[in-house]
């Protein structure tokens, strides 16, 4: 029994071998569409009739010609009455690089040759190929001779009149370039010659950075399409996927150098502008009184990053507290436009007439090829003496003058027997007193050295401090120092930025540019005045240093 077992074993074994070794002596080759596009894909099939390895198919012969995409590998395997059949097929995906008739040469696997296939691919202006593509790319650049650095930008459309299952579109490329994609996707339908297409539209911003001649690759999308199936019955239809591949012109371009004879930081550009404006009106700008000059540079061609630093300068008398710059960037008529905004708030400490000098941004024109200067000229501004500012000053001068104790005249005359006797009797009288004080137990405390009592003006200040009042402190601050300048016997100053250099302290001008730009800049804030209440106390505390030349010396006679 067992022998003839093993018997029927072996003649089953050799029976499904030699039905195998039979089978595998068939391949065929087919394509899904003839004619085709240029850059639009077309699926070549390989099918043997046998199981065998999946890397047996060798595609480089089709890269003379063809574009050679993803290549997707199946096998099946079915039984009927007793009979075995497997298959494999090699599904790759092929692009036309050109237009023309060309040949799909003959491929071996295992040992066994497919059929050369004559495929024809027709080109994008061809008036057949309107009928043959269901997806394809277009694409439109702003120009094809720019500067280095020069922003061009790229429109690429996606065009599918079959129903998409996935998909995914690649960036373009170009040596030595940054690529920037603009915006969102925007999506449109439009029928060309009578067949309705779905339309994606994307751009990029494109700044080449080395001179020379380059080409620009466009993007490839690669997904997957809904077709009808073959297999059908009398209840059910069936839809399958199928994948696709489209690649859009390769696009060259010219990049030129910057001109030898430039000069400054280069900025090619189709159009560039610089303005401004003041916010309130300028005629109205009072001492103490912020007012905001807004500069706008506004490119074409130029990406916001490229955009210069915008910065002024502004005469003494006058203090500048520049904001964050604003940038922009959009599309207006095909170009890339980009926008630098930048806010100034600027206060006069007095009043009279200032100069400010003139902005000037040096740019080349790409459309003239010549350079050129944007400017804002040199402008005379008057400042208006501030009422309310003057009088809050007289105010605090004057409850700082009630504080000091008045001068007395003392007219000292030829001395005399007499007064040489009181001056003995006062002095005798002053030593009893110091003996008594000494041996006496004291009852008070000893006053500090640089307190100053009945000092409102200092008093004031720290209290405007303490309930976080900016502008009052402001005008306090000068009130405060003419004491101790006083004191010091140096001359009064009359406005802050004198009673700062006074102080000379980098931490306490830090505090007050900071109290300045809370009241003063674009986006006002909450000011506490915790920090300068420390500052003004050691200020306060240490006065400041005594005038040489005010020290006088007397000699008796």
């Known amino acids: ?31 899904d569409k003839n004619p085709v596009v240029v850059n639009e894909s077309f699926i070549l099939k390989i099918t043997i009739d046998d199981d065998v390895d999946t890397n047996a198919l060798n595609t480089s012969a089709l890269l003379q010609d063809f574009i050679v995409g993803r290549t997707s590998v199946s096998s099946q395997t079915s039984m009927v009455n007793f009979k075995t059949t497997r298959t494999t097929t090699w599904s790759t995906l092929l692009i036309g690089k050109k237009a023309g008739n060309f040949i799909i040469p003959a491929l071996t696997v295992a040992g066994i040759k497919s059929q050369a296939i004559n495929v024809q691919v027709l080109a994008e202006n061809d008036p057949l190929a309107n009928k043959q593509q269901d997806i394809f790319i277009t694409t439109e650049v702003s120009a094809k001779e720019v500067y280095v650095q020069q922003q061009l930008t790229l429109v690429v459309k996606l065009h599918f009149a079959a129903e998409l299952k996935r998909g995914s579109l690649t960036e373009p490329t170009l040596e030595g370039a940054s690529i920037t994609q603009i915006g969102k996707d925007k999506e449109e ?24 001649e380059f ?46 004879t430039f000069q400054g930081t280069w900025l090619p550009s189709d159009l560039l ?11 109205k700008f009072k001492v103490g009184e912020p007012i905001t000059r807004t500069i706008t540079l506004t490119a074409a061609g130029l990406s916001q990053e490229q955009l210069p630093i915008l910065e002024i300068t502004v005469p003494k008398g006058l203090k500048v507290y520049p904001d964050q710059a604003q940038l922009h960037t959009g599309m207006s008529s095909g170009h890339l436009v980009s926008q630098k905004v930048r806010n100034f708030a600027i206060v006069a400490s007095k009043p009279g007439e200032y100069q400010l000098p003139e902005v000037s941004i040096p740019w080349w024109n790409t459309v003239t090829n010549r350079y050129q200067v944007a400017t804002i000229a040199a402008q005379k501004i008057t400042v208006l ?4 500012l003057e009088t809050a000053t007289t105010v605090v001068s004057n409850n700082q003058n009630k504080d000091l104790a008045p001068a007395k005249t003392v007219i000292i005359t030829q001395s005399s027997w007499l007064q040489w006797l009181f001056l003995a009797l006062w002095l005798l009288t002053s030593l009893a007193w110091f003996i008594s004080v000494k041996l006496a137990k004291p009852s008070q405390a000893k006053t500090p050295k640089n307190e100053t009592p009945n000092n409102n003006a200092y008093l004031s200040l720290l209290a405007a401090c303490k309930k976080n009042q900016g502008l009052a402190v402001l005008t306090l601050i000068s009130p405060w120092i003419n004491i101790l300048q006083t004191k010091a016997g140096k001359k009064i100053t009359a406005t802050l930025d004198e009673a700062l250099l006074e102080i000379n302290s980098d931490e306490f001008q830090q505090e007050i540019n900071y109290l300045q730009q809370c009241y003063y800049g674009k986006e006002q804030k909450d000011w506490q005045g915790d920090s300068l209440i420390k500052l003004i106390q050691v200020v306060n505390k240490q006065g400041l240093k ?7 010396s007397l000699n008796p006679t």
Do not use: C
């Open 1 to 31: 029994m067992k022998t003839f077992i093993t018997l029927l074993a072996i003649v089953l074994s050799n029976a499904l071998f030699t039905s195998n070794a039979l089978a595998a002596s068939q391949i065929s080759a087919t394509i």
């Open 189 to 212: 339908d439009t029928v060309i010659n009578g067949q309705r297409y779905r339309v994606i539209e994307r751009t990029y911003a494109i700044s080449p950075k080395n001179s020379g």
């Open 215 to 260: 080409i620009l690759k466009s993007p490839i999308f690669s997904g997957e399409i809904l077709v009808p199936s073959t297999r059908r019955n009398n209840m059910f239809s069936f839809s399958e996927t199928k994948p696709v591949s489209v690649i859009g012109d390769e696009i060259p371009l010219l990049v030129r150098p910057i001109p030898e």
């Open 273 to 283: 502008a610089i303005h401004q404006n003041w916010q309130p009106d300028i005629a």
């Open 385 to 388: 003496p501030n009422s309310e």
């Open 546 to 552: 005594e005038s040489k030349a005010t020290v006088l």
